[in-house]
């Protein structure tokens, strides 16, 4: 169990070294933020955040950047949703949707505003494409809330944090 989280740690470093900001700049942004609006556990704030302490002038860039990432992650996990409700019907031959899913059925695309929430954010993009929700509608709804989460959280930690080592 040591050797596996000692090799994870080792591809987790490689990938950083790889997406050094000062190299690779608004397409490490891009991709750390696609990937952090999948299931899997990443944060892409400071990411962003380190982009534009090295370089302010990039703040709208890195903020469109990362929102278009993750409002594509979020789609990716829209389509990963309808698939497996797709293929959970076809097996079972019944529908998946469970009352816990209720309200998002309630509330439609714009359920997806919530979608920069940590923890529950992701998984509901997923949960949006099992429902069948019109894709388009979510798609918009995720970006606004992306882009309204970039926007604050930037501009918060560039305020609170303006001699931070860049």
């Not at 990443?42 to 703040?59: C, D, I, Q, R, T």
């Not at 990716?76 to 409700?85: D, K, L, V």
Request: proline content about 7%; aromatic content about 12%.
């Amino acid at each position: 169990m040591a050797a596996m989280e000692a090799w994870i740690q080792a591809q987790l470093g490689a990938l950083l070294v790889v997406f050094a900001l000062p190299q690779v700049g608004l397409s490490a942004v891009f991709v750390v933020a696609l990937v952090s609006a999948t299931l899997l556990p990443l944060g892409s704030e400071p990411a962003v955040f380190g982009l534009v302490k090295l370089n302010p002038a990039m703040f709208w860039p890195a903020v469109l950047v990362a929102t278009a990432g993750n409002t594509l992650g979020g789609a990716i996990s829209w389509w990963m949703g309808y698939g497996a409700e797709r293929a959970y019907e076809r097996v079972t031959h019944r529908s998946g949707e469970l009352r816990a899913v209720a309200w998002l059925r309630r509330f439609g695309p714009r359920a997806c505003l919530l979608s920069w929430l940590p923890v529950v954010g992701d998984p509901l993009c997923a949960v949006a494409g099992w429902l069948r929700l019109p894709f388009w509608p979510c798609v918009a709804w995720m970006a606004v809330g992306k882009f309204l989460r970039y926007l604050v959280m930037t501009a918060a930690l560039l305020w609170l944090f303006p001699g931070a080592p860049g």
